[in-house]
Structures are given as structure tokens and as C-alpha cells.
């Protein structure tokens, strides 16, 4: 921590400060359709919104009624915000008789079947997203993958990366070095991520639908409802998705560089899986799941962190990390905030881009066995008992309280913060700071804490908690002044995204085994 403070300090002394108006912020937010009772629309991906396969800002996750809306990046919180916002409200206006649901959880789950899987259309590429997703639903179940979440997306510019390059006399090439450091960052908010689900985790409860009758551990908080009275994030527990068989193989994710990154997950990639050979490929003409090793793709593997490169067509996300290195960070742990109509905040922002500066300025050496065990041990206590009085993490093999490190990784962050608001007017990363800081010392005032006292107060269940919340957000996009600009250039973008789809389905010229197997077959030039 001491380190941090005097980086921060060389870093207001030199030409590095200013530079930080240059990082980009990008935000992905997944929100289920639902019917007017709360169940999962049945309904197609509307046409009215575009095609899930070609726009580039509102697609589909896992399902046809998993919506995911996507943010170009912007340089400020507010302004990444503000495009969130529009997607929302364009895609409000089309819907028929439709919610979007305002939490994380799903709720009133009528089973497996019930769960239509994503399509994306006839075309090569689509069929590949697709059969994906069908290989998830064969090997993790259908239910978990419908969960919804936030993702923040994080880049440093270039002027900044050289100027650090210079500054440091850094002899590395200059997209090494990058690298490098955006792994040093990564590793760091491996160590200091359960912070996140401590703050802004809202999924203390869940539908007893969601588990489909069967036992759980969790308590009944009433006749539909589990919960756990000191959870917070119970989508980043182990009810939520997890690489379950990682563990079983001995795979996990390499962080000590972006070499060894690519070289673990291409291992998963290319290694076969009893469990997974037994599902089978294509069986009956009818492919259930690209293939039966470890991971199908990259993408398969969960991490609340991943390293990302902007992707050359149909290019492997390993390969485009190991040609062009990495070009931005996706931090993955944040649950919708039920709180919020955008289902994220400008002051959770704040504190992110924040905590993301202090992982690149703090020491970060590479992560032991040990190390490893105790954040996966880490985050899930967290997930399941961070606001129990008293509770301890593992820290470099000694027991330390939550609450203790909590505050201590505050105060490490506050000269970040004054860094980060001398070049914005205002102190908003300094208050964003010191909001959390009064989250720590009183843990009621987590979105968790708020949720499960809101329902108590009401006599609500998750359900009727979920659906309120879910009218008061389509309320306030009704509400909302029309932008004529973006409402117009979301329509151009809707109605150019259905051409493209149609354009790339003309445009194919390979079966799609062989498609499949040239992807497959993609190697370094």
C-alpha cells in the first residue's frame, strides 16, 4: 500500500496524470424478457431490436430472452451510462407486453425445456453460437446459464501505455509490456474481487423455482423464496455458473502472463473430457456441442476477470490475445443492481475505475497454489456469508477479517482517487470512495442488506420484490424524453444489423462441418 502512495505521487509529478483522461469505460448488461407474471418470454427475439448476430449493442446471451445490451467505450462513466440508458428505453418501446427483469436471479423457471436456447440465424457463424450454447445447456443445465449480470469494461489509451513505457524505461516491446501490466492488474483483482460482491452484490434470494425441487442448503425465507441472511452475491456462489470440472482435471487459468494464459486455456480447449465424450458431438446429424473437450471455446471458462482483444472476424479470442495482446479488461462479478432502472450506477463506476488504477500501481506477484485456493475460497465466502458479523478471509495464509481489509484496501485507495479527480471537477471518485467506506462499516447498507430488508418490510417474496422493482424500471424508461438522434440511429443500426444477418447467410460458401473445422484449425501466421 505504501508502494501505491508513492507511485501515485511520481505519477502527479510527471506527465502521466492527464493521460488518464484517456481510458475507456464499456458496459455490457444482460436482462431477461419476461412476461407480464415474471416467467421467461417464450417469444423470438424481436425484429423490431435487430438481429442478435450483427448489432453490435443489442444482442442476445445465452437464450433467446436473455437480452444483452453493449456500450461502445467512452471516456466517462456518465457518458457510457447514457447509451445504456437509450439502448434500453429503444428496446422498451418495442416490447410487447414484456418486462425486462431488474435482477440477476431468474424467477418462476418452468424447467429446462422452458429455457429457449439463443438463435442466431442459418448462416455459418450463427450456427456456431448457437450449437454453443446447446453444448452449455447438455453440460452445465439450462437454468444457471440464464442468470443475468453487469460487465465493466476497462482500457488504458495508448498515450498512456507509452508514456509509462518511457517513464519506466521499460525495455520490453511496447505491446509486451502492455500486457504485462494489464496481467498485473488482473491478478490484483483476483486478489481484491470479493470486495466487489461484498459492495454491489444484490442476489441474497432466489426463486424456489430456480432450483427446480431440488435440496438445498439454503434457508427459507419463505414459502417461494431461499436465501441466505448473510449473503450477498448468491449468482457468484456455488448455485450460480461455475467450470466445476476444471477442478477435476487439474486446469485452471494462468495469470503470470499473457503466454501462459493462452497456453492454459488452449490446453482445456484441446483436451477431452470423459464426462463431455459422453453427451456426444453431433449425434443423429444434430451437433450438441462443438466438441467434447474441456472448454468448447475461450469463453467457457468463468473467471470474474478476463483479459480481452477486439477479434479479427472469426478469430479465436486466444489467438487474437496472442497476435495483438490485450487491449482492454472485463471485470465480470457485478449483479444487476436492482436499485438502479440502468442496473448499474455511476458511483459503483466511480469505484471500480478507481480499484482497477490502484490493481495496476500495487505490487503484484504471480499467484501461488496457495494464493489461488484462497481467492476461490475468498470469493465464495463472500458470495454466501460477507455480511456475517465477524467474518474472516484468507490472506497469504493468515486469517483477517473482511471488514479489517475491507478498510484497509479503502484507505490504499484514497490517494488513487484524488489522482483520478484532479483531472475531473469535483471530488466524485473521492465521494464514490467514502460512500463505501460507510458501506464497510455498516454492512445494512449493502444492495444485498437493502434487498432482504426491503422484502421483509413489504412481505414480499424475491418474486413479488423482482416484479416490482422490474414495473418501477419500466415506468421510468416511459417516462424518459425521447432522444431523436439516438432513437434514430438505433433504428438505422436495427434495420442495417437485419441486412448484414441476411448478407452473411447469402454470403456462405462452406458446409458447416468444414467451417467448424477451419475454425478450429486457426493457428499463429
Not at 467457457?300 to 478476463?306: A, F, G, K, L, N
Not at 489461488?372 to 493468515?398: F, K, S
Amino acid at each position: 500500500m505504501q508502494n501505491v502512495e508513492q507511485r501515485v505521487q511520481r505519477f502527479a509529478a510527471s506527465k502521466l496524470t492527464p493521460l488518464l483522461k484517456g481510458s475507456m469505460i464499456g458496459l455490457e448488461k444482460e436482462s431477461l424478457r419476461v412476461n407480464s407474471d415474471g416467467k421467461l418470454a417464450r417469444t423470438p427475439h424481436p425484429r423490431a431490436i435487430g438481429a442478435a448476430l450483427t448489432h453490435p449493442y443489442i444482442t442476445t446471451d445465452y437464450s433467446e430472452a436473455l437480452l444483452e445490451f453493449i456500450t461502445p467505450p467512452f471516456h466517462q462513466a456518465s457518458e457510457a451510462l447514457h447509451f445504456l440508458r437509450d439502448l434500453q428505453q429503444f428496446v422498451y418501446k418495442r416490447l410487447d407486453n414484456e418486462l425486462l427483469w431488474a435482477t440477476s436471479m431468474p424467477c418462476v423457471v418452468a424447467g429446462e425445456e422452458g429455457i429457449p436456447i439463443a438463435q442466431y440465424g442459418s448462416s455459418n457463424a450463427g450456427m456456431m453460437k448457437t450449437i454453443y450454447r446447446r453444448g452449455l445447456g447438455h453440460r452445465y443445465g439450462r437454468v444457471m446459464q440464464v442468470i443475468a449480470g453487469v460487465h465493466f469494461n476497462y482500457s488504458y489509451s495508448d498515450a498512456f501505455w507509452q508514456a509509462l513505457h518511457q517513464h519506466e524505461d521499460d525495455q520490453r516491446p511496447l505491446q509486451d509490456a502492455i500486457s504485462a501490466r494489464y496481467f498485473d492488474l488482473i491478478r490484483n483483482l483476483l486478489r481484491y474481487g470479493w470486495v466487489i460482491p461484498y459492495l454491489f452484490g444484490a442476489s441474497p434470494a432466489v426463486c424456489k423455482s430456480f432450483l427446480g425441487g431440488r435440496d438445498s442448503s439454503l434457508e427459507s425465507f419463505d414459502e417461494h423464496t431461499y436465501y441466505e441472511p448473510y449473503a450477498t452475491s448468491l449468482r457468484m456462489g456455488d448455485i450460480g455458473y461455475q467450470n466445476n470440472k476444471e477442478n477435476e482435471t487439474g486446469i485452471k487459468a494462468n495469470y503470470d502472463s499473457l503466454t501462459a494464459y493462452v497456453d492454459s486455456l488452449s490446453c482445456a480447449i484441446n483436451t477431452p473430457a470423459p464426462a463431455y465424450q459422453a453427451i456426444g458431438v453431433k449425434v443423429d446429424g444434430e451437433y450438441r456441442q462443438l466438441n467434447a473437450n474441456i472448454l468448447q471455446i475461450e469463453n467457457e471458462y468463468y473467471s470474474t476477470v478476463r483479459p480481452k482483444q477486439i477479434l479479427d472476424g472469426i478469430e479465436k479470442p486466444s489467438l487474437a490475445l496472442k497476435r495483438r495482446g490485450v487491449r482492454y479488461i472485463e471485470l465480470r462479478s457485478l449483479d444487476v443492481n436492482a436499485f438502479d432502472p440502468l442496473g448499474i450506477s455511476e458511483c459503483q463506476m466511480h469505484f471500480i475505475e478507481a480499484l482497477m488504477l490502484y490493481c495496476l500501481l500495487a505490487d503484484s506477484p504471480p499467484i501461488s497454489t496457495l494464493e489461488r485456493v484462497e481467492i476461490d475460497q475468498n470469493e465464495m465466502t463472500v458470495a454466501h456469508r460477507g455480511r456475517e458479523p465477524g467474518l474472516c478471509l484468507q490472506r497469504r495464509g493468515e486469517s483477517v477479517s473482511l471488514r479489517d481489509w475491507a478498510q484497509q484496501l479503502c484507505e490504499a485507495m484514497l490517494p488513487v482517487c484524488r489522482l483520478l479527480d484532479s483531472n475531473h471537477e469535483g471530488q466524485s471518485y473521492q465521494q464514490a470512495l467514502a460512500r463505501q467506506l460507510r458501506v464497510i462499516e455498516n454492512p445494512q447498507l449493502t444492495p444485498s442488506a437493502r434487498m432482504l430488508a426491503e422484502m421483509r418490510r413489504s412481505g414480499e417474496g424475491f418474486y413479488d420484490f423482482a416484479r416490482r422493482k422490474s414495473l418501477e424500471h419500466q415506468w421510468y424508461f416511459s417516462e424518459l424524453p425521447i432522444q431523436p438522434e439516438q432513437e434514430q440511429m438505433l433504428q438505422e443500426m436495427t434495420e442495417r444489423s437485419l441486412q448484414r444477418q441476411l448478407e452473411i447467410e447469402a454470403g456462405d460458401r462452406q458446409d458447416f462441418d468444414s467451417f467448424l473445422a477451419a475454425y478450429v484449425a486457426q493457428g499463429p501466421d
